[in-house]
């Protein structure tokens, strides 16, 4: 009998829970909203930076809405099919923050099997061009840094360094080797110093809870990696219209390595300079997060990026994300889209 209350007791402490839900937590209504969706599953999970990215996708002739929406924690989770693929659309709005927050909603909440990610992003690489669709094999979060004290250089340990807390393997950016008009001054030094790129703490699902790894180059998945090699075939959008085309037609091109940093890259010297330490192409604010995100928690993902423009200037076309945003958005999704159908083939 004494047992028997307990569970009563406790099946009403849930039911009040529910009914009077903390602020933040999920509502009952909003539960049974997400086992009903995932009694549909598994899904195809896509997370979308901003708008402009996501509406050409909700007007895509090959995407079919089921009307159904779910709004959690200032994101709006939308349903439908590519193909016959169950599909779960979310924008995550701006930063490696946004992302990361809808990333982990996204995996925590639903029966997710996979994981796509696309946008537009800018270019470091000068061998591609405006328009062209990258899908980068491994990406990192390049702004997490240790920022070195003003005397000292790489022979120096960092703080902490001796912990495990930071490290110089990863390689820093001199700010002294970046002056201008400095021929008067004998030592060309800057107060700037150094900065020291840094891996991130992960904590993988299948790990020991607080006990950290550590990571800086995340792969994609290579079964997903290697079906996105069949796009490279592909015909991408051209013209914004009758009169603006890009001189270079663009295509889909496999990449080695793309980064991602709260900062929206328009200088040329950093672009040059991430080009030629790390090999990147796309520069974008959110990848790395989606990445991190889905490595920690074991599930399959590919990172498929548009470029819309060469960061920093330094060519014709340079600085031309305003004429070419749509453009580039359209051909993202366009990859997308066509990513999904093989995929499904595949399987």
Not at 184 to 208: I, K, M, R, Y
Request: some cysteine; overall charge negative; aromatic content about 10%.
């Amino acid at each position: 009998m004494a047992a028997a209350m307990k569970v009563v007791c406790m099946m009403l402490l849930v039911a009040i829970f529910h009914k009077h839900h903390a602020h933040g937590a999920i509502s009952a209504d909003t539960q049974k909203l997400i086992d009903e969706a995932n009694m549909n599953g598994p899904y195809l999970g896509l997370l979308i930076p901003n708008l402009f990215e996501m509406n050409p996708l909700l007007q895509h002739p090959n995407y079919t809405s089921t009307n159904f929406t779910i709004d959690i924690a200032g994101r709006r989770f939308r349903f439908g099919k590519i193909v016959e693929k169950n599909v779960i659309l979310v924008m995550t709005g701006l930063s490696m923050i946004n992302a990361g927050i809808t990333s982990q909603l996204l995996l925590t909440l639903f029966k997710i099997e996979g994981v796509v990610h696309y946008g537009i992003a800018g270019n470091a690489n000068p061998s591609l061009h405006i328009g062209f669709v990258t899908i980068p094999q491994y990406w990192s979060h390049s702004a997490l840094w240790s920022w070195q004290r003003y005397g000292y250089g790489p022979s120096d340990e960092l703080p902490l360094e001796p912990n495990g807390d930071y490290t110089r393997n990863i390689g820093y950016i001199k700010f002294a080797d970046y002056a201008e008009n400095v021929t008067a001054c004998n030592s060309h030094d800057n107060l700037l110093n150094n900065v020291w790129f840094q891996p991130e703490e992960v904590f993988p699902v299948d790990g020991t809870p607080e006990q950290r790894q550590h990571a800086f180059w995340i792969p994609v998945d290579p079964l997903y990696f290697n079906i996105s090699k069949s796009l490279e075939d592909m015909e991408l959008e051209n013209c914004v219209n009758a009169t603006t085309c890009l001189d270079e037609t663009p295509r889909v091109v496999q990449v080695h390595r793309g980064t991602s940093a709260g900062i929206y890259v328009d200088n040329a010297a950093y672009r040059s300079f991430i080009y030629k330490k790390f090999n990147v192409s796309p520069v974008d604010m959110e990848s790395a997060a989606v990445a991190l995100i889905c490595m920690q928690q074991r599930v399959p993902f590919i990172i498929i990026r548009a470029l819309s423009d060469l960061a920093g200037g330094g060519s014709a076309e340079s600085n031309e994300i305003d004429t070419f945003i749509s453009l580039a958005s359209n051909n993202s999704v366009n990859v997308v889209v066509e990513f999904i159908k093989r995929l499904v083939s595949d399987h």
